[in-house]
């Protein structure tokens, strides 16, 4: 029974480049949640989507960054580029449908701009 | 006011010693709470769900007081193995976003 997972685990970039995260859910789980966390600091909420659906993108910066879950395939985090302060951990959890449900979360991306 | 609030700590706990944590909520309309724990670059895992009962899980031991509008995590006995940032995480009525604290850094030491 597969946890969620991420990929890349580690990805580098340098200032201008594209950067793609992956997440695959949880079987069985049809609800995805994006999060950054910087360097001494807690989770900060970005994106919730279902498939196909984008539930709550106010936590994501309104320009360079991007989110899908398609009806097939991961959902896809995508920040065009990036800058340094992109550089952070963006973890991705998913949850069954409801208000209170609780959150898997997978291994997390580093992403690392130069 | 933070919406979630959390004293970062760090606690530096002899093993054996029993610690507790607080976190604060602002939302009186929150209705569901949960610990999770964090180490080191590692994802959070969820320690355990808050009840308004409380909830008592071995040696951790979580409360939920309303009024004041808290929760409490509990640990005894501490282990080494217990050293991690532990997150509290509010729901709050009607929203489908968890709002995270900043976590708690606990260091139990021998």
């Known amino acids: 029974n597969a946890g969620v997972m991420q990929n890349p685990r580690h990805l580098v970039r340098r200032r201008g480049q594209e950067a793609r995260l992956r997440c695959s859910p949880m079987k069985g789980h049809s609800h995805v949640y994006w999060y950054r966390q910087l360097p001494e600091e807690g989770l900060k909420f970005m994106v919730y989507?279902?498939?196909?659906?984008?539930?709550?993108e106010s936590g994501m910066p309104k320009e360079r960054f991007s989110a899908e879950f398609p009806k097939e395939g991961p959902s896809i985090l995508r920040i065009q580029q990036v800058v340094r302060g992109d550089s952070a951990a963006y973890f991705c959890?998913?949850?069954?449908?409801?208000?209170?449900?609780?959150?898997?979360f997978g291994p997390g991306t580093r992403l690392t701009v130069l | 006011r933070k919406e979630v609030e959390q004293d970062p700590g760090p606690f530096n706990v002899p093993e054996g010693a029993t610690v507790a944590f607080n976190c604060t909520y602002s939302n009186s309309a929150s209705q569901s709470f949960f610990w999770y724990r964090q180490d080191c670059r590692k994802e959070p895992k969820l320690l355990m769900s808050v009840y308004s009962s409380g909830n008592e899980d071995g040696r951790f031991t979580a409360q939920l007081n309303r009024a004041s509008q808290y929760i409490s995590l509990l640990i005894r006995d501490s282990k080494l193995s217990d050293s991690a940032t532990y997150l509290c995480v509010v729901n709050s009525g009607g929203s489908y976003i968890p709002t995270f604290g900043r976590g708690t850094s606990l260091i139990v030491h021998p």
């Open positions: 959890a998913s949850s069954q449908p409801g208000l209170a449900n609780e959150q898997f």
């Open positions: 989507l279902q498939k196909e659906n984008i539930i709550d």
